[in-house]
């Protein structure tokens, strides 16, 4: 039998037993808990939970923005054994629909900001037989869901929580039980739950936010990415909790402006972005629309999600004093596991391997390549996620024995540090979040103007991914970009959108009828080119 452990005890009741209870924990707009009161507010989520009959490994989906709720949610289902499976806010609702049926949840909780979503996601899923039984939502108004279904507001969860007879303690689950289930295309398109253990938490805190971050109790966090995403739950949640630390949370979209606000208001210490959020902040910072000074109390910086260009890199250390620690994560791995160090940065590259960690390189033989070869990324780990649910010829691609195979395509320096050059395989990463090209060419082929449709990433000048469609036209239509770009947005999650559409005449393929997209990428990515050297020269006849 493994050892007892409940993630939520290590985060929370281990804090009130070293004294912590009047030590802030989390600023939100709503409220401000100290560790006392989150603990009690996670003990009346976890007693509302069990009031509605949620009981120990079951799952549990949270579709919410970044607020208490969300917050306490996870930690109350983690401390009642079950299983938290926080998703996107960003997926429409029959995107959401899909991962409550896949995960078979019998309970959703929902911010009332989505509320029209769950209720498209909660029909979709009754309809096809569904587990879904129960909706919690915040607000004061959760009617309209007209599915048969039980809905509640969060009042009324706790009321009935109120009613028990007394908190649940938490539940004696071992390091091997199911904590938390993250949803992710990865490195194989199609959105599958990747399983953590209540120990892979632990491990993340003691491996990267201690030994690399050293996150300290008076540090004060904020973080770009959500609460659903890997990355950003160790940054919000598990790295200050684990030391007595706090956190800052934001529902709202984080804006350079929103960004350095926040900062500046706090007086946040440790700043985790993304190259999304680090390059819209420093152009904002050179046209004058951001202080630099509402850095000033950042003692560090961290990136993920995808490479830091190098030229951000010196940015946010000469315009904001902010040393950024650039590193790779995934979801199956919970957090990161390469990194750059304090004081050993090594603009455009992904660092060292984070302590705990072992990562190879291997070649297409399956062998590891020496320096300076190209090969396909594998690391292996104590966090690594014990598989993807119900995934099982998936699993047998990505899990070799101990070692995660990435997808990521990486070389090995001379100095030993390790840098990105793409991925494997043809599943594009933009801002840090995985998009699957069939998804896409899926609703753009379903729009009666485009006859066939190819989904390319093409670099921008900082080498980050835009997705490319380029779209063969039915005769007797032309290529409305605007258009197609709105047709995505309506279907779509407004992230998996294509940046640029292009018209091409056929498309490529091999001998057997293979798709040839590298010929597809050279293509957009000349096109595109051409266009910016075409409005160049125009800017110029015009001075």
């Known amino acids: 039998m493994s050892e007892s452990f409940n993630a939520a005890d ?12 009047d030590r802030v924990a989390v600023r939100a707009p709503s409220r401000t808990l100290t560790y006392a009161e989150l603990d009690a507010e996670v003990g009346r989520v976890a007693a509302g939970l069990a009031a509605l009959g949620v009981l120990p490994e079951q799952r549990v989906v949270l579709c919410m923005v970044d607020e208490v709720e969300l917050f306490a949610g996870i930690l109350a289902t983690m401390r009642l054994g079950a299983i938290a499976v926080p998703v996107s806010t960003m997926l429409r609702g029959t995107e959401l629909a899909v991962l409550i049926a896949d995960s078979r949840s019998r309970l959703l909780l929902a911010s009332a900001t989505f509320a029209d979503t769950a209720q498209v996601a909660v029909r979709n899923v009754v309809e ?76 993340v805190c003691e491996t990267y936010g201690q030994q690399v971050l050293g996150i300290r109790p008076d540090d004060l966090c904020l973080s770009v990415a959500k609460l659903f995403f890997a ?17 800052v949370l934001e529902p709202s979209r984080p804006t350079p402006a929103l960004i350095a606000d926040l900062a500046a208001r706090h007086g946040v210490t440790m700043f985790f972005g993304t190259p999304s959020s680090y390059g819209p902040l420093l152009a904002a910072a050179e046209a004058g629309q951001v202080d630099p000074a509402a850095f000033a109390t950042v003692r560090r910086g961290a990136s993920a999600g995808e490479a830091l260009p190098a030229r951000m890199v010196h940015g946010m250390r000469e315009r904001f004093g902010v040393e950024v620690l650039d590193g790779i994560g995934s979801t199956e791995a919970l957090h990161i596991y390469l990194s750059n160090r304090p004081g050993e940065v090594v603009a455009g590259t992904s660092g060292v391997p984070v302590p705990g960690y072992d990562v190879e390189i ?70 840090g979040i995985w998009v699957t090209p069939a998804e896409v060419e899926e609703r753009l082929v379903a729009h009666p103007a485009v ?93």
């Open 128 to 203: 096809h037989g569904g587990d879904v039984a129960e909706v919690v939502v915040t607000g004061d108004d959760p009617s309209g869901f007209g599915t048969g279904v039980g809905v509640r507001t969060w009042d009324e969860m706790l009321a009935a929580g109120d009613a028990l007879d007394g908190v649940p303690p938490a539940y004696d689950t071992w390091d091997e039980s199911q904590a938390l289930w993250l949803y992710t295309s990865g490195t194989t398109g199609k959105p599958k739950a990747a399983m953590h253990r209540h120990a892979d938490i632990r491990t």
């Open 362 to 431: 291997r070649g297409t033989d399956g062998r590891p390549v020496p320096d300076g070869e190209t090969g396909t990324l594998y690391v292996r780990g104590d966090s690594i996620c014990t598989g993807y649910w119900c995934r099982t010829a998936t699993n047998r691609l990505v899990f070799e024995g101990e070692w995660l195979r990435t997808g990521d395509t990486y070389v090995r320096n001379a100095d030993g540090t390790y840098t990105c050059l793409g991925r494997t395989d043809d599943v594009l990463k933009v801002g």
């Open 10 to 21: 290590y985060l929370v009741g281990r804090r009130l037993a070293a004294g912590d209870g």
């Open 231 to 247: 990355y950003g739950i160790g940054n919000s949640m598990f790295f200050p909790l684990s030391v007595g630390a706090a956190a």
């Open 451 to 543: 006859a066939e449709v190819v989904v390319v990433a093409v670099p921008d000048g900082d080498g980050l991914d835009l997705p490319v469609a380029c779209v063969v036209p039915h005769e007797g239509h032309t290529v409305d970009e605007a258009a197609l770009v709105a047709w995505c947005r309506e279907g779509l999650a407004s992230f998996k959108r294509p940046r640029r559409v292009i018209a091409i005449d056929d498309v490529p393929r091999t001998a057997t009828g293979k798709v040839q997209r590298f010929r597809l990428r050279s293509l957009a990515a000349e096109r595109l080119a051409g266009e910016a050297a075409a409005s160049d020269d125009v800017l110029e006849a015009a001075r």
